[in-house]
């Protein structure tokens, strides 16, 4: 069941910010920092989750995590951040445009 709120509580999380403290997952798991931890490699094991556990700094990247079924709530959140990462490429088009006009032909 923890499992199951780890991969949601990935998905619930922007792309570009997938580093985690080991910390905030015991808390959101009500775990302790090194249960947090085992469930964490246990999820690694079984190729719930990819990434990598940065004991040094007690955090945890997470690359992907296995897809799953998906509400109309999830679905609803998914378009809204697509839509924010449209809206990003297009900004970051404009300014690339607007700094190499000979470049980038129209």
């Known amino acids: 069941m923890k499992t199951l709120f780890l991969s949601k509580f990935v998905y619930c999380r922007p792309a570009e910010d997938r ?6 997952i015991a808390e959101r798991t009500k775990l302790s920092i090194e249960d947090a931890e085992h469930l964490l490699m246990k999820s690694l094991s079984v190729h ?6 940065d004991q040094v700094n007690g955090t945890v990247y ?3 995590a296995q897809p799953r079924v998906l509400g ?4 609803k959140s998914l378009r809204d951040q697509l839509d924010s990462w449209v809206d990003k490429v297009h900004t970051t088009l404009l300014s690339v445009e607007a700094e190499t006009p000979d470049l980038v032909a129209a």
């Open 19 to 24: 580093t985690i403290p080991l910390a905030v």
């Open 48 to 53: 719930l989750i990819e990434g990598f556990i």
């Open 62 to 64: 997470i690359s992907w």
């Open 72 to 75: 109309i709530p999830q679905i």
